[in-house]
């Protein structure tokens, strides 16, 4: 019974275009995510989040889109540089919940 | 300085044997966490403290036991390891409890249970 689930296990996106990321979710109780970044032999950073009262949050290059209808995340990387390529993870929570639930990972590949 | 740091990074021993993992944090936070992922790459809670309080215990088998010294230190002691134990394991960090809380992860150890 996995409540968060990134159904893309790799992406492959060319250095300067757009990478998109995509993450869906189960539990409507789910009020705040974040998307972590993992390189190998590294554990995982913390990379964004959104609370769910938002339905955008932009960093620089990184933009999360939240659609609470749909049950759906987006992390959106303009422009993809080579340092991206990286394992990023989904997770979400909710008030009271005291832990993070972790989606399985997309691994994102930048082209030169 | 490395803010979370757990060893060993590689863990390769027989099925049957007992062994540990230490972690420690170097951040100040109150609360620590241990994470596993598996073979199909999803990273599940197993245990988070807070103050050396078990908070959460996601119905891990009883062959796991955390211990934490201090607020500093979360360690995972496993016995009679079994094969389906192989895995990656995360510490991680974060300033309090709570939903939104960051956390910080150490760079995971590698068990592998022959």
């Known amino acids: 019974d996995q409540q968060v689930k990134q159904n893309s296990p790799s992406l492959s996106v060319q250095e300067g275009r757009i990478s998109i990321l995509n993450c869906d979710y189960t539990?409507?109780?789910?009020?705040?995510f974040l998307w972590y970044k993992k390189y190998p032999a590294e554990g995982p950073t913390f990379l964004i989040s959104i609370s769910s009262i938002k339905d955008k949050n932009e960093d620089g290059r990184f933009t999360v889109f939240l659609n609470k209808s749909a049950k759906h995340l987006s992390l959106h990387i303009v422009p993809s540089q080579p340092g991206d390529s990286a394992v990023y993870f989904c997770?979400?929570?909710?008030?009271?919940?005291?832990?993070?639930?972790f989606g399985q990972g997309t691994r994102l590949t930048i082209n030169p | 300085d490395t803010a979370v740091s757990q060893t060993p990074k590689y863990l390769v021993t027989q099925m049957g044997n007992d062994k540990s993992i230490k972690c420690e944090q170097n951040l100040g936070h109150d609360t620590m966490y241990w994470y596993k992922q598996d073979s199909k790459k999803f990273l599940k809670i197993m245990f988070s403290?807070?103050?050396?309080?078990?908070?959460i215990n996601e119905t891990v088998p009883n062959r796991f036991s955390p211990k934490s010294p201090d607020k500093a230190h979360l360690n995972l002691h496993i016995n009679s390891l079994e094969l389906g134990d192989s895995a990656v394991y995360f510490c991680?960090?974060?300033?309090?409890?709570?939903?939104?809380?960051?956390?910080?992860f150490g760079s995971g150890t590698q068990l592998s249970v022959l």
């Open positions: 991680a960090s974060s300033q309090a409890t709570g939903s939104n809380e960051k956390l910080f």
């Open positions: 403290y807070n103050n050396k309080e078990l908070i």
């Open positions: 997770a979400a929570s909710f008030q009271g919940a005291q832990k993070l639930v």
């Open positions: 539990n409507s109780m789910f009020d705040y």
